[in-house]
């Protein structure tokens, strides 16, 4: 088995490669996989790690290719189910010189949305160290909801520990009120809550980094919560109200934040599976985080061991 498990719905991203293009006048896209979850097992696999992805595709062509190139990657496939019913969860993408693309998904009644909470009983979590989840999944279906409910209590009955970033998608929740009160819900199951400050906004009501942690802190099995701050770096505070920033790092020219949030989340959990320190973990993740937004992709940025050292010597620091 893995050191380390996720859900999620992988997407086949076809992304423009019309620059700054209205996604209605883009003639020419390229194809791409992406899906927060999967961004994060792909990076954890890249800094030498094993993963394990559990999904469901459909009997498709995307399907086919979601499967192959995850294997590609090196991330674990033995719990990817393929549903002939349901089609593969899509989305096209907008190339831009800056800030963040406009998308498109299609995702509604997806072979994912349909993954039943029968798998888990399957999964075997006897190597499993850290499991990352994250608000995407339990927002495309009740049924995947259930799914993703089912899998937390049973991390949490074998002792695994869990990351969960919330992954706001309000276009896949029924009202904001229900994406507010189900993702506050599902954080308090983690031990390491990663929100950012954009999303503390919107999920308590404020955007004041020691605020959040109070209130994720609440949380019956939460022991620490790293709050984003952009470029800034994070913001931590434990159970036991330590409180520390690290810093980020200063990028000359972002190309695309997406999987920015992932390449932080991998950071932390990778760092953490190598018995390097919470405040290292972090720096790390503002590392990964810092490198991917440098690329057009959704992970394409994620460093090798020898790359994130690379990037170490250049700034002058250390883990």
């Given at each position: 088995?893995s050191?380390?498990?996720?859900?999620?719905?992988?997407?086949?991203?076809?992304?423009?490669?019309?620059?700054?293009?209205?996604?209605?006048?883009?003639?020419?896209?390229?194809?791409?996989?992406?899906?927060?979850?999967?961004?994060?097992?792909?990076?954890?696999?890249?800094?030498?790690?094993?993963?394990?992805?559990?999904s469901?595709?459909?009997?498709?062509?995307?399907?086919k290719?979601?499967?192959?190139?995850?294997?590609?990657?090196?991330?674990?496939?033995?719990?990817?189910?393929?549903?002939?019913?349901?089609?593969?969860?899509?989305?096209?993408?907008?190339?831009?010189?800056?800030?963040?693309?406009?998308?498109?998904?299609?995702?509604?009644?997806?072979?994912?949305?349909?993954?039943?909470?029968?798998?888990?009983?399957?999964?075997?979590?006897?190597?499993?160290?850290?499991?990352?989840?994250?608000?995407?999944?339990p927002?495309?279906?009740?049924?995947?909801?259930?799914?993703?409910r089912?899998?937390?209590?049973?991390?949490?009955?074998?002792?695994?520990?869990?990351?969960?970033?919330?992954?706001?998608?309000?276009?896949?929740?029924?009202?904001?009120?229900?994406?507010?009160?189900?993702?506050?819900?599902?954080?308090?199951?983690?031990?390491?809550?990663?929100?950012?400050?954009?999303?503390?906004?919107?999920?308590?009501?404020?955007?004041?980094?020691?605020?959040?942690?109070?209130?994720?802190?609440?949380?019956?099995?939460?022991?620490?919560?790293?709050?984003?701050?952009?470029?800034?770096?994070?913001?931590?505070?434990?159970?036991?109200?330590e409180?520390?920033?690290?810093?980020?790092?200063?990028?000359?020219?972002?190309?695309?934040?997406?999987?920015?949030?992932?390449?932080?989340?991998?950071?932390?959990?990778?760092?953490?599976?190598?018995n390097?320190?919470?405040?290292?973990?972090?720096?790390?993740g503002?590392?990964?985080?810092?490198?991917?937004?440098?690329?057009?992709?959704?992970?394409?940025?994620?460093?090798?061991?020898?790359?994130?050292?690379?990037?170490?010597?250049?700034e002058?620091?250390?883990?």
């Amino acid at each position: 088995m893995s050191e380390v498990i996720t859900i999620g719905e992988p997407l086949v991203i076809l992304a423009s490669k019309d620059m700054d293009k209205k996604l209605e006048d883009v003639k020419t896209f390229q194809r791409l996989l992406g899906g927060a979850e999967l961004n994060v097992s792909i990076g954890i696999s890249r800094l030498g790690h094993s993963v394990q992805y559990i999904s469901q595709v459909g009997d498709d062509p995307f399907g086919k290719y979601v499967k192959k190139e995850i294997n590609g990657h090196n991330v674990g496939t033995d719990y990817i189910l393929e549903d002939n019913e349901h089609w593969t969860g899509h989305q096209i993408k907008q190339l831009v010189s800056s800030g963040d693309p406009d998308t498109y998904n299609y995702r509604k009644n997806s072979a994912a949305s349909y993954l039943n909470a029968d798998i888990v009983d399957k999964i075997d979590l006897s190597d499993v160290k850290f499991a990352h989840m994250s608000g995407i999944f339990p927002a495309i279906s009740a049924t995947a909801e259930d799914t993703f409910r089912k899998l937390f209590k049973k991390l949490i009955a074998n002792n695994v520990k869990t990351t969960f970033d919330p992954n706001l998608r309000p276009q896949l929740w029924a009202s904001e009120d229900v994406m507010r009160k189900t993702i506050n819900d599902l954080a308090g199951m983690a031990n390491i809550v990663l929100p950012g400050i954009n999303e503390g906004k919107i999920l308590m009501g404020s955007s004041e980094p020691e605020e959040i942690a109070d209130f994720y802190l609440k949380g019956e099995q939460t022991e620490t919560v790293i709050v984003k701050v952009g470029p800034d770096g994070a913001f931590v505070k434990n159970k036991n109200g330590e409180t520390f920033t690290v810093r980020g790092f200063k990028v000359d020219h972002v190309v695309d934040t997406v999987g920015a949030g992932d390449g932080f989340a991998l950071g932390v959990i990778s760092a953490l599976l190598e018995n390097k320190s919470l405040k290292s973990a972090i720096l790390r993740g503002n590392a990964v985080g810092a490198l991917q937004v440098q690329t057009p992709g959704d992970n394409d940025g994620y460093p090798t061991p020898d790359e994130l050292k690379a990037f170490y010597e250049k700034e002058s620091v250390s883990e």
